[in-house]
């Protein structure tokens, strides 16, 4: 079966470390998305990339760092300068054009410890 | 779309109840708008979608309802079950047609069904 998958489902981040959330999908589609979700709150995009080595910035960009290398994959670095990491973070596929909704993935659980 | 909002942020209701969850918009331009259920820890879901030339779209105990004029839709879930206990979005493109398709997400209501 076709799906997105994101790894791992938890993750513990200590101050001052980088980690990568990983986001597989073999629905090919072209577009690639990641939020980021806090408790009781919507959904705010970080990044999002319409194609193969392309991706743009979203509405909370800053202290992430993403790539495009594959189609397939669309793996998120939470890095040290991100002073609030703990989150829930919902990676997201779709075909890209107009008029058609995401997959999202299950999800990553990230703490600070 | 430039503004996608839920009237309710909560709503309890009894099983076998029917549920009617409410999603303003601002954009009249839009013209695709889609449903999504997410449960406790997980993702969300894909459950119904409509476009702007429908007013009513049927999907298995779900009806989504597209009132253009007062720019509202809602989601009518029948004979509410316990699984039904989720937080439910209403998403929509920011731009119709334009090559822009980032999809606009609200706040979300959560429903919680009572056994």
């Known amino acids: 079966d076709g799906g997105i998958t994101q790894s791992p489902k938890y993750l513990f981040r200590k101050e001052g470390q980088n980690v990568t959330l990983s986001c597989e999908q073999n629905?090919?589609?072209?577009?690639m998305y990641w939020y980021r979700q806090d408790p009781g709150q919507g959904l705010r995009l970080i990044y999002y990339s319409q194609i193969v080595n392309d991706f743009q910035k979203g509405d909370i960009a800053e202290g992430y760092s993403v790539s495009r290398e594959k189609k397939e994959s669309f793996p998120l670095t939470v890095t040290s300068a991100q002073k609030n990491p703990t989150a829930f973070y919902l990676c997201?596929?779709?075909?890209?054009?107009?008029?058609?909704?995401?997959?999202f993935g299950s999800g990553t659980r990230l703490t600070v410890v | 779309g430039e503004n996608v909002g839920l009237h309710l942020p909560t709503l309890s209701v009894q099983e076998g109840d029917n549920s009617i969850i409410n999603c303003a918009y601002s954009?009249?331009?839009?013209?695709?708008f889609i449903w999504y259920k997410q449960e406790s820890g997980k993702g969300p879901q894909f459950i119904i979608d409509i476009r702007s030339n429908m007013d009513k779209r049927q999907g298995q105990r779900v009806t989504v309802l597209l009132n253009k004029t007062v720019k509202h839709l809602s989601l009518q879930i029948a004979a509410t079950q316990p699984g039904d206990s989720a937080v439910y979005f209403c998403?929509?493109?920011?731009?119709?047609?334009?090559?822009?398709?980032?999809?606009?997400f609200g706040k979300g209501t959560l429903l919680t069904v009572n056994p």
């Open positions: 997201a596929s779709s075909i890209g054009g107009y008029g058609y909704g995401y997959t």
């Open positions: 954009n009249s331009a839009s013209d695709y």
């Open positions: 629905l090919n589609h072209d577009a």
């Open positions: 998403a929509e493109p920011p731009n119709s047609g334009g090559s822009n398709y980032k999809l606009t």
